[in-house]
């Protein structure tokens, strides 16, 4: 029996309004929709979920309104909470402003998955064959920082650790980053977040200096860029790029949780990180072409994307490579 994912990072309310475009400095604009939304965390979770993994939550969510509405997106996704929610605070929002070219920007409100405790992390029991996952934005909170990297490095030798650093990666203190970077199994990042973390450089370069330098025990990094794809590098010396597909996107929202998350999810059932890398990159596809960040296919419409692309290759993507 395949393990769970055991997600440790943040979930949060989205409040999303799609305008035309971003409104200049001192300006308005009005929204042509609105919606309230669960995000963060959760589209990473619903990703994995709907391609076939057993999710567990065990971050923190608050008492009052926006906690009510997560957990109850959780149980409609059948995704369980481990941990009770916080006493004395709500859980965190975040407003995204959709534009019309299909992207976003964001203004986050942090909550109770901004403080946590030794005592809030005890029910979260790992157990053989599970999977945890965390992001950057729990290690950029200075109340929960310090003991979520504690929980990573407690973890069992066994269990493997997979990183997404998140835009917020230049808030993770650099001791802290290093703490969780050195217990990774698989870094999961895009092309900015690898060069804050490694330096500038085309990306099999700044993939080969991630595992050499900042990730000595991970099997395999993923650097994600979009429509473009994503790179793979090994441990064991052998690089690929994985070209994307080509779609018409609707809203970016979502998209490198849905591909972490089918990826994580791939891995699990065994498949090979560059077949597992071509799933995830058809997931993430899939789920531009619909509104709303948890937009994340199900595993039998990524196969069925997959065969109707199978010869499919992106007219913006790296060229493949393998080095060793």
């Not at 939304?37 to 009052?64: D, E, I």
């Not at 059932?269 to 709303?292: D, F, K, M, Q, W």
Request: charged share 15%; proline share 6%.
């Amino acid at each position: 029996m395949r393990g769970r994912l055991v997600h440790v990072g943040s979930a949060v309310v989205d409040y999303v309004y799609r305008i035309d475009a971003l409104p200049a400095a001192g300006t308005e604009k009005t929204a042509t929709s609105y919606a309230r939304v669960a995000g963060g965390g959760f589209n990473m979770m619903v990703a994995a979920s709907r391609t076939g993994m057993k999710v567990v939550f065990g971050g923190q969510l608050g008492t009052g309104p926006d906690g009510d509405f997560l957990r109850a997106a959780f149980a409609a996704e059948g995704i369980e909470t481990l941990t009770p929610p916080s006493p004395s605070m709500d859980s965190g929002n975040c407003v995204a402003m959709i534009s019309g070219d299909a992207e976003r920007t964001f203004v986050s409100w942090p909550g109770a998955e901004s403080q946590l405790t030794p005592a809030m992390m005890a029910p979260v029991t790992i157990m053989a064959g599970d999977w945890v996952f965390t992001s950057g934005y729990t290690l950029s909170y200075p109340g929960s920082r310090d003991v979520l990297a504690d929980w990573i490095e407690a973890l069992p030798a066994g269990i493997p650790l997979v990183f997404d650093p998140t835009p917020v990666i230049a808030d993770i203190p650099r001791p802290i980053l290093n703490r969780v970077l050195v217990r990774t199994t698989w870094l999961s990042c895009n092309t900015n977040e690898a060069a804050e973390i490694a330096g500038t450089g085309d990306a099999q370069t700044v993939a080969i200096r991630l595992l050499a330098e900042h990730c000595p025990r991970a099997e395999g990094v993923v650097i994600r860029a979009g429509a473009h794809g994503c790179l793979v590098r090994i441990a064991d010396g052998g690089t690929r790029a994985v070209p994307g597909f080509e779609v018409g996107a609707v809203d970016t929202n979502g998209a490198g949780d849905t591909h972490i998350g089918a990826f994580v999810s791939a891995l699990s059932r065994g498949i090979p990180p560059c077949e597992a890398a071509r799933y995830a990159n058809a997931a993430a596809a899939l789920s531009v072409t619909r509104h709303g960040g948890s937009s994340a296919p199900t595993h039998e419409e990524t196969q069925e994307f997959l065969t109707q692309h199978a010869q499919a290759t992106t007219a913006h993507g790296w060229e493949e490579a393998t080095a060793t």
